[in-house]
C-alpha cells in the first residue's frame, strides 16, 4: 500500500493504493535473465529484415493491422474481423475487461495465475474474485463456476497457467464452458499455447470452431514463442461483436507498422520458428524431470517456465539465484518461476536448485516426501 496523501492530486482511491511500478532486475554482465518468460533465441534475420524495411515512421500504423488480421484469419479459419490485434495480448486483455467489467461487476480467474489479471481489474474499477488453484497448482475450474454470481462480467483461464505451468484439459475446458452462463465473457489466455505438448490440453482454436459458445475469447501473442516480446503484438480470435467492443476501449494505433511486419515475417518463417519452441519444450521437460530428481515437487510444466513452490524460504531462494548469476522471478511466499532459457543456463538451474531443496526446512511443501535428505 502507498499513502495517497502524498500525491498532488486527487486519484481514485483503488489506483493510489496499488504498488507503484517496479522495474524488475535487468541482467547485468553474463547473468541470465530467467525472470520474464522471453525466448532465448535472437531474431531470425528475415524477422529483423522486415522490421529495417518499415521506416516509413512519418505515418501512422495500419489503425487495424489489417494484413496481420488476413493472415491470422485465413490461418485459423475464421473471418478477418473475427481477430483482433493488439499492443500485447495484456492490451487486449485490458479492453475486453474494460469493455465488460465495470464498477460493482465481478471478473473472476484462478489464483495464483498471471500478475496482470488484479491490476487490470482494479484499473477497471471492477472487483476481483480469485479462486485458489487445486492440487497441483492447477485451475479448479468447478469452484470458478462456483464463484460465478448475477454480477460476474468476465472470467479469466490461462492455460498454461503462469506462473505454475500446468495446463487446463479441453474435457475440464468442455465441462465448464457448459455451466458458464452465456452471456459472461470467458477470455481463454493461451499466451504459450505453442509450447503445450499434453495432447489433452484445451486448444482455444477447437473451442472457436464449436458455434455452441461464442462467449469465449481466445487471446495468443508474438512475445513467448515467436520471440517479438520488444515489438508488442498479440492477438484474440473470437466473435466479431465482442472484438468491436474491446476496439473500442483501446488506445487508438497502439500497434507499430515494425510489430506488424515482424509478426507477418515471424509467420512465414513459423516452420523455423517452431522448432525453435521444440527445442525449448524439450528444454523444459529435461529441466523438470531433473528438478523432481534433485527433490522439489515440480508442478506440471507446459510452458516456457518452471515453478519452484519456495513458499517462505522464497526470497532467500531468488537471492541465492541471484548471486550465481540466474534471474528468476519470485513470488514472495509462495514460489518462484523460472524460464526455460539459453542452453548454458539449464545445469547452473539445476545446481543451485538441488543446493536449495537440500536446504528447506524438514515437512517444507516443495519438497517431495519421497526424498531421503
Ligand atoms: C506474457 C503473457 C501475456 C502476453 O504478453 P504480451 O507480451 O502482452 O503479449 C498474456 N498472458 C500471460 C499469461 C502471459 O504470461
Known amino acids: 500500500m502507498t499513502d495517497a496523501s502524498d500525491i498532488p492530486i486527487r486519484v481514485r482511491p483503488e489506483i493510489a493504493a496499488l504498488p507503484p511500478y517496479k522495474q524488475g532486475r535487468q541482467a547485468g554482465g553474463d547473468a541470465f535473465k530467467l525472470s520474464s518468460n522471453e525466448n532465448p533465441f535472437d531474431p531470425l534475420p528475415g524477422v529483423v529484415e522486415a522490421i529495417r524495411s518499415a521506416t516509413a515512421v512519418n505515418r501512422y500504423p495500419d489503425a487495424s493491422a489489417a494484413r496481420l488480421r488476413e493472415r491470422l484469419a485465413e490461418r485459423f479459419g475464421v473471418a478477418s474481423d473475427e481477430v483482433h490485434i493488439g499492443a500485447g495480448s495484456v492490451s487486449i486483455l485490458a479492453q475486453l475487461i474494460l469493455a465488460t467489467s465495470g464498477p460493482g ?34 485451475h479448479d475450474l468447478p469452484a470458478m463456476v462456483a464463484a460465478i454470481t448475477e454480477r460476474t462480467r468476465s472470467i479469466i483461464v490461462c492455460s498454461p497457467n503462469n506462473p505454475t505451468g500446468p495446463i487446463v484439459t479441453q474435457a475440464e475446458f468442455d465441462a465448464f464452458i457448459a455451466q458458464v452462463p452465456s452471456d459472461v465473457l ?21 473451442v472457436l470452431g464449436n458455434a455452441t459458445y461464442p462467449n469465449v475469447v481466445v487471446l495468443r501473442t508474438f512475445s513467448k514463442a515467436f520471440g517479438l516480446a520488444g515489438l508488442r503484438v498479440g492477438y484474440a480470435v473470437g466473435h466479431k461483436r465482442i472484438l468491436d467492443a474491446a476496439r473500442s476501449t483501446s488506445i487508438p494505433l497502439s500497434v507499430t507498422a515494425q510489430a506488424e511486419v515482424a509478426a507477418l515475417a515471424s509467420l512465414d518463417a513459423e516452420e523455423e520458428l517452431l522448432d525453435r519452441v521444440r527445442a525449448i519444450a524439450e528444454r523444459r521437460d529435461q529441466l523438470v524431470a531433473a528438478l523432481r530428481d534433485a527433490g522439489w515437487r515440480v508442478p506440471d510444466a507446459q510452458g516456457n517456465f518452471v515453478w519452484l513452490p519456495t513458499g517462505d524460504e522464497t526470497l532467500t531462494a531468488a537471492q541465492a539465484f541471484d548471486e550465481a548469476g540466474i534471474i528468476v522471478r519470485p513470488f514472495a511466499g509462495d514460489g518462484i518461476r523460472i524460464s526455460v532459457g539459453e542452453a548454458e543456463s539449464v545445469e547452473k538451474v539445476l545446481r543451485i536448485a538441488a543446493s536449495l531443496v537440500s536446504h528447506l526446512p524438514a515437512g517444507h511443501a516443495g519438497a517431495r516426501e519421497s526424498v531421503e535428505r
Do not use: M
Open 105 to 138: 461487476d465481478e471478473v473472476i480467474y484462478a489464483w495464483r495465475s498471471f500478475e496482470a489479471y488484479p491490476w487490470l481489474a482494479v484499473v477497471a474499477g471492477a472487483t476481483a474474485v480469485e479462486v485458489p488453484l487445486a492440487e497441483g497448482a492447477r
Open 186 to 206: 470467458v477470455i481463454l489466455d493461451e499466451a504459450y499455447a505453442e509450447f503445450v505438448t499434453d495432447p489433452d490440453a484445451v486448444d482455444g482454436l477447437l
